[in-house]
């Protein structure tokens, strides 16, 4: 009877100029998303781009010994706009790991021709169809954000004879 295989799994990181930073050797695929979970919250102080988790064949002779789980590539959040939004393979899933935001994008798991978004701050969800309209349903939370306090207030009477005195 054949053994199952062994695997180790190897969160990695890389910058813009391409240099890797492994961030450890698991012999669990949840140790190492929760590692690199972990570091793609921090990785707003960082100038890393991109990341993945690689599965390893242990005692694997041949060229096929290792395949990338998942891919990570770093965006501006289309919500607050910092540079903390992971994309999660091919446009399969996405998150703001910055604290105050949270935003989210992914793929809906009962009915997978509908995408579904959220921003947590704002308590605010939507659907869409796909992905693109997904992003674009985050570009318009920010966008109701932004202009909900920018209404016109008219000055108080007091306010208003104020200005009207100092202008003279």
């Given at each position: ?8 799994y ?36 960082t ?121 003279r």
């Amino acid at each position: 009877m054949e053994e199952p295989r062994q695997q180790v799994y190897v969160p990695t990181v890389a910058t813009p100029g391409g240099e890797k930073t492994q961030l450890g050797v698991f012999s669990t695929e949840q140790d190492a998303w929760d590692v690199m979970r972990a570091f793609l919250a921090k990785a707003g102080s960082t100038d890393v781009v991109h990341g993945n988790i690689t599965a390893w064949e242990i005692d694997f002779v041949g060229e096929e010994g290792s395949f990338t789980l998942v891919s990570f590539d770093r965006n501006n959040c289309p919500v607050c706009d910092e540079l903390t939004f992971w994309v999660e393979g091919d446009d399969e899933k996405a998150r703001c790991y910055y604290p105050r935001c949270g935003a989210w994008i992914e793929q809906n798991a009962y009915d997978p021709t509908r995408w579904d978004c959220g921003w947590p701050a704002a308590n605010w969800n939507k659907r869409a169809e796909d992905y693109k309209q997904a992003y674009q349903g985050l570009v318009s939370m920010r966008g109701s954000a932004a202009s909900a306090g920018t209404s016109a207030q008219m000055p108080t009477r007091e306010e208003w004879l104020s200005k009207q005195d100092s202008e003279r």
